[in-house]
């Protein structure tokens, strides 16, 4: 039996619905460098791949919903990019310096995502909790971390984790927006050093 034997059911269904839902994610992005999301129709995102208008909603009941999707997606690259410096041992500058560095990393290659997000936000109710859950959840990872950067004596004991935690990543989404949120994009490595700088010397200044 050759392979144009084969039944077209031996794609398995799981993986090509994976595939369109990845397509359409791919579109979204490419056209978010170029126009705002109040510009972007579902039109315009499937005559960027291969697929019929009517298989956009099989997977998605908007587009803001779609953006809501790839929102979570880069936020568990993020996740797995700085759980060593969330949950091992605290090593200081370097390890912040590891970490940030790899949420810059992401910012460059997606800013117009996080854009689009914090943009939307203030206007389309399901995003705006999207965002604010997004958010919430980094800021009690970065609180967690810094209360037990404070036990383990590595932080400084005056300031408050939470609330120093919505400061340092609200500022952080801020900065990488500005500076990566379209093109030409600013210096990441410019970027890098301020962030680090001003991480360190909040959290571990003195310490």
Avoid at 24 to 33: D, G, R, T
Avoid at 55 to 71: E, G, M, N, R, T
Avoid at 129 to 144: L, N, P, T
Wanted: charged share 25%.
């Amino acid at each position: 039996m050759t392979e144009s034997d084969l039944p077209s059911s031996a794609t398995p269904p799981k993986k090509r619905a994976v595939e369109v839902r990845d397509l359409i994610m791919e579109s979204l992005e490419a056209l978010l460098w170029e126009r705002p999301l109040r510009d972007i129709t579902v039109q315009a995102i499937m005559e960027r791949t291969d697929l019929s208008r009517p298989s956009f909603y099989i997977h998605f009941k908007s587009v803001p919903a779609l953006l809501a999707d790839v929102l979570t997606a880069y936020e568990t690259v993020m996740v797995e990019a700085v759980t060593p410096w969330l949950t091992q041992p605290d090593n200081g500058i370097e390890g912040l310096r590891v970490a940030l560095g790899r949420i810059v990393d992401v910012a460059v290659e997606n800013g117009a995502v996080f854009r689009a997000c914090a943009e939307a936000a203030t206007v389309d109710s399901d995003l705006a909790k999207a965002w604010d859950d997004f958010m919430d959840r980094w800021d009690g990872a970065v609180s967690a971390r810094i209360q037990a950067s404070q036990e383990s004596g590595s932080a400084l004991a005056t300031i408050d984790p939470k609330m120093t935690a919505i400061a340092l990543n609200r500022m952080n989404a801020a900065v990488l927006i500005r500076s990566f949120g379209q093109r030409p994009q600013g210096d990441p490595a410019r970027v890098l050093d301020t962030l680090v700088h001003v991480w360190h010397r909040t959290i571990y200044a003195s310490a």
